[in-house]
């Protein structure tokens, strides 16, 4: 099966920019996660969507961060303005809503390295 | 909240064995994972415990006490391609499949 889509891979923008990433994930997986990774951390959840409702974005920065899955497939997650610390790696997962552990497994895209300066 | 620990740097050497521990603290726990990272790449899925005790996949190993909030991972029979970070990440029962990651371990495979 056809992993986890994302793009661009990298981008660089000066601070106060917008940026867009795109992830379209595993076909059937009904849960998607956007991660942001900083060098040397472990990713962090920014936000989770079930199809297309939002399930848990306590920890993504509101005032600068969005993210929206329309139709439940696909998913944009959107930085405006960018700051200095937003360079990071945006990490996109998705999973199955059911089936074991199958539904436990998280699968990752590559990720899109965003630089700030 | 959750609080996870494991060491930041390790280093091997070719054909042995090793393992990179990982403590934890969650309410709710349902689930240690552990995934492989090389750099530049994305993480990959290694491992699942959920119950105590020794999860077997090869050469890989993973190990989960509860009760200590503790678990590990052991690679043997060490490459040169097992040079990569390894993450643990717990699942709690409030986190709806999310996982919560620790930094990570870096480990140095030598010849």
């Known amino acids: 099966e056809a992993g986890v889509a994302q793009s661009p891979r990298y981008k660089i923008i000066e601070k106060r920019q917008s940026v867009a990433f795109w992830c379209n994930p595993i076909?059937?997986?009904?849960?998607l996660y956007w991660y942001q990774q900083i060098l040397g951390q472990g990713p962090k959840l920014l936000i989770q969507f079930q199809n297309n409702g939002v399930v848990d974005d306590s920890q993504l920065p509101k005032d600068r961060f969005s993210a929206e899955r329309l139709k439940g497939v696909d998913s944009t997650l959107k930085i405006q303005p960018a700051k200095l610390e937003d360079s990071a790696v945006y990490l996109c997962a998705s999973s199955p809503l059911t089936g074991g552990t199958g539904a436990n497994v998280l699968t990752f895209g590559a990720g899109s390295r965003l630089t700030v300066l | 909240g959750q609080n996870i620990d494991q060491p930041t740097e390790m280093t091997a050497t070719e054909g042995a064995i090793v393992q990179i521990n990982c403590t934890y603290q969650t309410s709710g726990f349902n689930g240690l994972f552990w995934y492989q990272q090389h750099a530049g790449e994305a993480p990959t899925f290694l491992s699942y415990n959920v119950l105590d005790g020794l999860e077997e996949k090869g050469r890989f190993s993973s190990f989960l006490s509860r009760s200590k909030g503790y678990s590990y991972l052991l690679l043997k029979e060490l490459q040169m391609k097992d040079s990569a970070s390894y993450l643990c990440a717990v699942r709690s029962l409030r986190g709806r499949r999310a996982l919560t990651f620790g930094s990570g371990t870096r480990l140095q495979v030598q010849p």
């Open positions: 076909s059937g997986h009904a849960t």
